[in-house]
């Protein structure tokens, strides 16, 4: 792996279920992010986390949830998916610490449709 | 409330000039961020500053000046592969990235 790793690339899921998209990151990098992409709006933070053990709430986290168990994996939850949650998924990862520019880098994305 | 504003659309001719202007209004600055997405991919880092004026790199140039809370990316001989969208993203004084709806750039021949 080179870079950060999103599954799956895309799903169709029906409404209520449960899923799990993943995140993998082989850069060490201290902090990843979730993001919502939506035709018309910005990037739009759900999740992140600025270590290990850590994880925040950024602009529109509500009906997803995160856990950071260790420095590689950042897993976004959707507890019981809404049609609203149609979107193009984006984690990314980046080198906070000081020196650096704190550019993020992201994962190809996850395509959910919500029926 | 934080507001990062760009043009929607612009259209430029391969092997010419284009500018794309971005204003941001936000709750302190530490730094604006050019990224680059093409249709169906992931955005990728093109530029960052921090600092008033313009930074090189390559075919493209970012300039910035934080007392007119303004931006743009120019980019030089475009090739029909410079389509794409370009984001300008803020990062605030609690060091969280404002992000703007992007620019989608047609190259036309």
């Known amino acids: 792996i080179a870079g950060i790793t999103q599954a799956p690339t895309s799903q169709i899921l029906a409404a209520g279920r449960r899923m799990t998209l993943r995140c993998t990151q082989d850069?060490?990098?201290?902090?990843m992010y979730w993001y919502r992409q939506d035709l018309g709006l910005g990037l739009r933070l759900i999740h992140y986390s600025n270590t290990a053990g850590t994880t925040g709430k950024g602009e529109v986290p509500d009906g997803y949830s995160v856990s950071r168990a260790n420095t590689d994996d950042f897993p976004l939850t959707l507890a019981s998916a809404v049609p609203s949650q149609t979107s193009v998924y984006f984690c990314a990862s980046s080198d906070s610490t000081s020196g650096s520019t704190g550019e993020l880098f992201f994962g190809e994305g996850s395509r959910l449709t919500v029926l | 409330g934080q507001n990062i504003d760009q043009p929607t659309e612009m259209t430029a001719t391969e092997g010419a000039i284009v500018q794309i202007n971005c204003t941001y209004q936000t709750s302190g600055f530490n730094g604006l961020f050019w990224y680059q997405q093409h249709a169906g991919e992931a955005p990728t880092f093109l530029s960052y500053n921090v600092l008033d004026g313009l930074e090189e790199k390559g075919r493209f140039s970012s300039f910035l000046s934080r007392s007119k809370g303004y931006s743009y990316l120019l980019l030089k001989e475009l090739q029909m592969k410079d389509s794409a969208s370009y984001l300008c993203a803020v990062l605030d004084s609690n060091y969280q990235l404002i992000w703007g709806a992007g620019t989608k750039l047609i190259i036309k021949p």
């Open positions: 850069m060490r990098h201290n902090a």
